[in-house]
């Protein structure tokens, strides 16, 4: 089916269906609208055919009593009417005197239904008939009266106003009960029809590929446009015809326009499918027409103002700056000069100027505030930060440009400090490892050389010595790797939740005994609830062993060192106080640098690493460290998010 409907033959067929469907469902409309407007289905086909063809009648009727009151013609005789050419037989009165009576009336009143119509018209003082109506009107204005009673012949063999309108009345009278089926099945006839023939147009039965028609090459818009001129044309025509004419033009000329209709969808579906509607249209062809003359004007344009802006950028800006106020104080001497004694249109001037350059001032302030932030942000160390030029003007907008190029010029600096020192503490790492191999042979060995037996006690004492001085070396390697790898970030972080008062438990059970010997009481504080932080936890006890060393090793003996854990904020706050054994007369920021340690003298056995590695392991774990002085006390506060 699908192939039949694609094939010339089908695609007649369902022309043919849209015309015929489209001819019933107009037809089922005017004939329903009609019989609903005259009451055709609450009256007797008499009345109804007495409404119907009232209208021609009324005109035969008014033409032959003027050719009869002032042609002075027999009624046979007539200019305009005939009996035996006619279909109406007539019998016509004035104020109840015949005076126009059709031979054939008398034979055929008695046989055939007898009609009636009054007329009433305006006489001028001249005798001429002006201003027919229908009915009897008894007033000053309608002062001649007519009754006409009429017979319709049957059958109608005379072709005219009246056979068509009867004709026409009769037909629908005998479908008054069908139209609404019929006018309901053509609509759906139509919209099927329809549809099909949008859907196979361009369609060949043997293929998929479309098959565009010969005025598929000419626009759309084009064949719309002769399609309505056509349709104008056609309305003009038909309404200044006479009726049998205008009868014929409207009918075949309707047809006509309707088949052009049909053929301007088919069209129209093709060039949806291949989407050359819009592309291949008069309106399109203008619009790239005229894009590109604006293109061209737009080049050149841009070219003269190149060749502007680089005059201008050539110039300093104080030049530049000089040139723009020149500039304006001779147009402000021209202006006084001019309208020094017109006030209105000096004011006017000023008005306008004033127009123009306060937001010009307005937009060079909003550069120089752009340039003012980019300027904040690198002196506050972002140097990710990037000046946006896009809508900065003139001198600015370089400016911008050379302020951008200083951050990546540091980006590249601070990147070359960071491989630099990551190079360092692969040095370090390499050459502590290579350290630490023979090393720790000498500490194994020193180790059993004093478990030898040996009647020279000195041996015994010098292996001590080395054996300790060794480790102590051994450390050192060990923290300074340490301390290296922290300051860089190179250590693995597993961060995880952790409960921040075990830490404190921690330090208070495992240095117990050290803080003894070294003659100190702890004293610690937790709060009641839950702290919960984010942390490692070898690395947070590796944090709080080399804080809790310190206290050990620079405390003053027979004091109180006091370690607390409270929330302060979104926080968790660690805090080691000790008073110190000597005097530390040194800032927190020095004390914190590697290998400075608190007693000058340097009789303890620490390496001024601790401290250093504390801060770095803590700003690894998102938290930090910070250090007070006030006299002998000393503090380290120890400060890391909660967890919500």
């Known amino acids: 089916m699908k192939k039949f409907f694609r094939s010339f033959t089908g695609k007649v067929i369902l022309f043919l269906l849209c015309t015929l469907s489209v001819v019933s469902l107009i037809g089922s409309g005017l004939a329903a609208i009609y019989n609903l407007d005259e009451d055709v289905y609450g009256s007797t086909y008499e009345e109804s055919m007495e409404r119907a063809a009232r209208s021609p ?41 015949e005076i126009i009576v059709s031979d054939e009336y008398a034979k055929n009143a008695s046989k055939q239904h007898v009609y009636h119509l009054d007329l009433s018209a305006f006489e001028d003082q001249y005798g001429n008939l002006t201003d027919w109506t229908h009915g009897t009107v008894s007033d000053e204005y309608f002062n001649r009266n007519f009754s006409a009673d009429y017979i319709i012949k049957e059958p109608l063999v005379h072709l005219d106003y009246v056979a068509v309108t009867v004709t026409a009345f009769q037909l629908v009278y005998a479908l008054r009960f069908a139209i609404y089926p019929i006018g309901i099945l053509s609509a759906l006839i139509l919209l099927v029809s329809y549809v099909a023939l949008w859907r196979v147009a361009g369609k060949s039965p043997q293929e998929e590929e479309l098959h565009p028609g010969v005025f598929h090459k000419i626009p759309f818009d084009i064949l719309l446009a002769g399609f309505l001129f056509a349709a104008a044309l056609w309305v003009m025509i038909v309404s200044s015809t006479s009726f049998l004419p205008a009868v014929i033009l409207f009918v075949a000329g309707g047809g006509i326009l309707y088949e052009v209709f049909l053929g301007l969808s088919m069209s129209l ?19 790239r027409l005229a894009w590109n003359i604006v293109k061209w004007f737009g080049r050149k344009l841009r070219k003269v103002w190149d060749l502007i802006r680089y005059t201008a950028g050539s110039l300093p800006l104080i030049t530049k700056t000089v040139i723009a106020v020149g500039v304006l104080s001779f147009a402000e001497f021209l202006v006084l000069g001019n309208y020094h004694n017109e006030r209105a249109e000096l004011l006017t001037v000023w008005f306008l100027e004033k127009l123009v350059l306060i937001p010009l001032i307005l937009l060079l302030a909003v550069n120089l505030r752009k340039l003012q932030q980019s300027g904040q942000a690198l002196a506050s160390g972002n140097l990710n930060y990037k000046t946006d030029t896009s809508k900065l003007l003139w001198d600015f907008k370089k400016h911008g440009e050379n302020l951008n190029s200083i951050a990546t010029g540091m980006n590249l600096a601070v990147a070359k400090q960071t491989k630099s020192e990551r190079m360092k503490t692969e040095l370090i790492t390499n050459v502590s490892h290579d350290i630490k191999t023979p090393l720790t042979s000498i500490i194994n060995y020193a180790d059993l050389i004093g478990k030898e037996e040996c009647e020279n006690e000195k041996i015994k004492e010098y292996s001590e010595v080395l054996l300790r001085q060794g480790n102590r070396l051994k450390r050192l390697i060990e923290d300074l790797v340490e301390a290296s790898k922290a300051s860089t970030g190179n250590l693995d972080v597993v961060m995880e939740n952790c409960d921040a008062s075990v830490f404190v438990s921690q330090a208070s059970g495992e240095y117990e005994d050290k803080l003894k010997n070294a003659g100190l009481t702890l004293v610690t504080k937790m709060p009641e609830e839950t702290l919960t932080i984010q942390a490692d936890g070898r690395r947070m006890w590796r944090v709080f062993d080399n804080l809790m060393n310190n206290i050990c090793k620079y405390a003053q003996e027979n004091t109180r060192v006091y370690l607390t854990l409270e929330k302060q904020g979104n926080k968790a706050v660690f805090t080691f106080k000790n008073t110190s054994r000597d005097s530390l007369d040194i800032s927190p920021d020095e004390l914190m640098e590697r290998f400075v340690r608190g007693d000058e003298s340097r009789n303890t056995d620490g390496n001024g690493l601790g401290l250093s590695i504390a801060r770095s392991l803590a700003e690894l774990q998102k938290g930090s460290l910070d250090l007070a002085i006030d006299g002998d006390l000393f503090k380290a506060i120890l400060r890391f998010p909660l967890v919500s």
């Open 57 to 97: 009648v009324f005109s035969e009727a008014r033409q032959i009593i003027w050719d009869h009151l002032y042609k002075n013609k027999e009624i046979t005789e007539a200019m305009h009417y005939d009996s035996s050419r006619s279909n109406l037989i007539f019998r016509i009165s004035e104020n109840g005197k």
């Open 269 to 287: 579906s093709v060039r949806l499918q291949d989407h050359s509607l819009f592309q291949n249209s008069l309106i399109m062809h203008c619009f």
